[in-house]
C-alpha cells in the first residue's frame, strides 16, 4: 500500500496547515488510519487516528482542540486539519494505516506508513 502525503510546509506560530494523505490506486475505506509525528532526536509519537466510517477519532493530547481528523472515503483520502500551531508542532508527519484494528494506538499497530511531510512552525 503506497500513502502519499502532502500539505506540509513552513509557516509561523498561530497559522494552519492541512495535510492530506492518499492512497493512489488502492481503497482504504474499510481501514483505520492514522497521523504520527517525529521530531528531531525524539521518537515517533502517536497524533490522531480514525475508523473506517469516520465515526470514532482520538487524539493526543498534546493535539487535542487543535487538530482535527477525516476522511473521505470516495476520495482514498485522509486528512489532518492543523490550527493554532506551535512550534513544539515541527516534526516529519506520517500517515499510516492499519489494516487489522479499529483505531490504531500505537505505532506497532501500523502496516504501512507513508514517506513523511515536514511541518516546521516558527515562533
Known amino acids: 500500500v503506497q500513502l502519499v502525503e502532502s500539505g506540509g510546509g513552513l509557516v509561523q506560530a498561530g497559522v494552519s496547515l492541512n495535510l492530506s494523505c492518499a492512497a493512489p490506486?488502492?481503497?482504504?475505506?474499510?481501514?483505520?488510519m492514522g497521523w504520527f509525528r517525529q521530531a528531531p532526536g525524539k521518537e515517533r509519537e502517536f497524533v490522531a487516528t480514525?475508523?473506517?466510517?469516520?465515526?470514532?477519532?482520538y487524539y493526543a493530547d498534546s493535539v487535542k482542540g487543535r487538530f482535527t481528523i477525516s476522511r473521505d472515503n470516495a476520495k482514498n483520502t485522509v486528512y489532518l486539519q492543523m490550527n493554532s500551531l506551535k512550534p513544539k508542532d515541527t516534526a516529519v508527519y506520517y500517515c499510516?494505516?492499519?489494516?487489522?484494528?479499529?483505531?490504531?494506538?500505537?505505532?506497532?499497530?501500523?502496516?504501512?506508513w507513508g514517506q513523511g511531510a515536514q511541518v516546521t512552525v516558527s515562533s
Open positions: 480514525i475508523n473506517w466510517s469516520g465515526g470514532s477519532t
Open positions: 490506486g488502492r481503497s482504504l475505506s474499510s481501514y483505520a
Open positions: 499510516a494505516v492499519d489494516l487489522h484494528t479499529i483505531v490504531i494506538v500505537t505505532a506497532s499497530d501500523v502496516d504501512y
